[in-house]
């Protein structure tokens, strides 16, 4: 009996840990985004996916084998936060697109980053610089849980600088697939494309999220 309720846990957290990949089609027409562009990027994005549900599998598999005290077990584990930060970075990087890239004056988030920053001009400057830091990464602009503070901060791998207990508001992707088939080299042009087109009813809900 413990055996078959053992074997009937295991299914069912199985089925909880398959991930699939968004449909983020709506964002094809977007202005400065090529289909081609897009549609490699959409590909990318559904190979995180893949590979994180690969790495739930797999090391699923060595904890019932009694291996989680192996070599192989601790490279699975450090490589997840990889694939899965991959994933949930490029959700919501599509998710904060195809928008009309204008927030309302009179909402509280614009209020809330005129108060932090001076102007919503200071802070767009602010977030562009951020994201023209050499390397590769992510700029993400954070709101503090805990005191409601505003901070844009430089992701240099999907799984390092993030800010703990923050939320994501908006999440700019400058990995060099992003923008190089469109942009070339110039990443300023991509990411004035970025503002025009960010979705800021999305990133309000995620700053009235809990």
Do not use: C
Request: no cysteine.
């Amino acid at each position: 009996m413990r055996q078959l309720l053992v074997l009937l846990l295991t299914a069912i957290s199985s089925l909880a840990a398959e991930y699939k990949a968004a449909d983020f089609s709506n964002l094809y027409g977007m202005e400065g985004f090529s289909k081609d562009l897009l549609s490699q990027h959409f590909t990318l994005y559904q190979g995180y996916v893949k590979n994180t549900n690969t790495l739930n599998e797999k090391i699923e598999q060595l904890v019932k084998a009694g291996k989680d005290r192996t070599p192989d077990y601790a490279g699975l584990k450090r490589m997840y936060g990889w694939e899965f930060d991959g994933m949930r970075l490029h959700e919501y990087y599509f998710e904060n697109l195809g928008g009309s890239g204008k927030l309302d004056s009179d909402s509280d988030l614009y209020k809330a980053i005129v108060k932090q920053f001076g102007s919503f001009d200071k802070w767009k400057k602010d977030f562009a610089a951020t994201g023209l830091i050499r390397g590769i990464g992510w700029a993400i602009l954070y709101e503090d849980r805990h005191t409601g503070k505003l901070t844009n901060v430089w992701i240099n791998d999907h799984n390092l600088g993030h800010l703990a207990g923050a939320k994501p508001l908006v999440v700019m992707d400058v990995w060099e697939h992003a923008y190089i088939t469109e942009y070339g080299l110039n990443r300023g042009k991509y990411i004035e494309a970025f503002f025009k087109n960010i979705n800021w009813n999305v990133v309000q809900d995620r700053s009235k999220a809990q």
